[in-house]
C-alpha cells in the first residue's frame, strides 16, 4: 500500500503570511490551481503505471485543503472524502493573525517558534498560545490516518492535509519504524504542494520513501 501526503498548494492565507484562521476559510490561489492540477495528472500517471485501486481523495476540512483536493480528484476521477481530524493544529490567540503581529504581541513565542523552524528546538516544549495541545493534536490525526488506512480495497491512499497534520504523521511513522525519538518534535520542511511517500510492501513494515517532493518526482520512483 502507498500514502501520498499532499501539503495544500498556494492559499491566500500563504500570500499573507498568516496563521490559519478560525474558520480556515482562506481560498487557493490561482497559481495553486494550477498546482493542484499537474499534481493530480501526476498522481494519475503514477496511479497507472503502477496499476493501483483508488477509491478517494482523503481531504481536510479546510476550504484551501479541498479545493486542493477537488482539482487533484477531477484529474483522478475520484470523489472527495472530507475528515475533519486532519485539519491543522488550533493556533489558539492567534488565529488569523500575520507573523508580524504575532511577533509583537507575543515575542517569547515567536522567538522559540522560529527556533523550532531552524530544527533546534522541540515543540513539545513550545507555549502554543492557549492553543491546542500538541499531543492530543498528533491523537487526533494519528486516529484520522488509521481510519482511512483501514478502509479497504484500496491499494494507494491519497491525502490532502496541512503542514503540522503531515508532519505528525511523518513523525508517527518515523517513531514506529524509523527510530525517531518518543520525546521530541522536531521541524520537517513541507513545501506547499509538495508531497511525502509512504509505502508498505507485503509482508514487511511501513517506509517512508521521500519527504517533501515535487509531483513529477514521484513518476521516477
Not at 496563521?19 to 498522481?43: C, H, P, W, Y
Not at 498528533?138 to 494507494?156: A, C, D, G
Not at 517513531?175 to 509482508?203: A, M, T, V, W
Request: aromatic share 8%.
Amino acid at each position: 500500500m502507498h500514502i501520498i501526503l499532499i501539503r495544500h498548494t498556494e492559499s491566500n492565507k500563504n500570500i499573507h503570511n498568516t496563521f490559519a484562521s478560525d474558520k480556515n476559510d482562506e481560498q487557493i490561489t490561482m497559481q495553486g490551481r494550477k498546482e493542484a492540477e499537474l499534481i493530480g495528472v501526476n498522481l494519475g500517471k503514477f496511479i497507472i503505471r503502477r496499476n493501483l485501486d483508488i477509491k478517494n481523495i482523503y481531504s481536510a476540512t479546510s476550504d484551501r485543503a479541498t479545493q486542493t483536493a477537488k482539482i487533484i480528484s477531477q484529474q483522478i476521477g475520484v470523489d472527495v472524502s472530507l475528515h475533519e481530524n486532519l485539519q491543522s493544529i488550533y493556533s489558539g490567540v492567534i488565529s488569523g493573525m500575520s507573523e508580524k503581529l504575532v511577533k509583537e504581541r507575543y515575542p517569547l513565542f515567536y522567538y522559540n517558534l522560529a527556533l523550532y523552524r531552524t530544527g533546534l528546538y522541540n515543540s513539545y516544549m513550545l507555549d502554543r498560545c492557549d492553543g491546542e495541545a500538541l499531543r492530543d493534536f498528533e491523537k487526533r490525526v494519528r486516529e484520522s490516518i488509521n481510519e482511512i488506512i483501514s478502509i479497504k480495497n484500496e491499494s494507494i491512499k491519497i491525502i490532502v492535509a496541512h503542514r503540522s497534520t503531515i508532519t505528525a504523521t511523518l513523525i508517527d511513522f518515523a517513531r514506529k519504524y524509523h527510530g525517531y525519538p518518543q520525546d521530541f518534535y522536531g521541524y520537517i520542511q513541507l513545501n506547499l504542494g509538495c508531497l511525502s511517500h509512504i509505502e508498505k510492501e507485503n509482508g514487511k513494515d511501513w517506509n517512508i520513501n521521500e519527504v517533501n517532493i515535487q509531483s513529477d518526482i514521484l513518476l521516477e520512483t
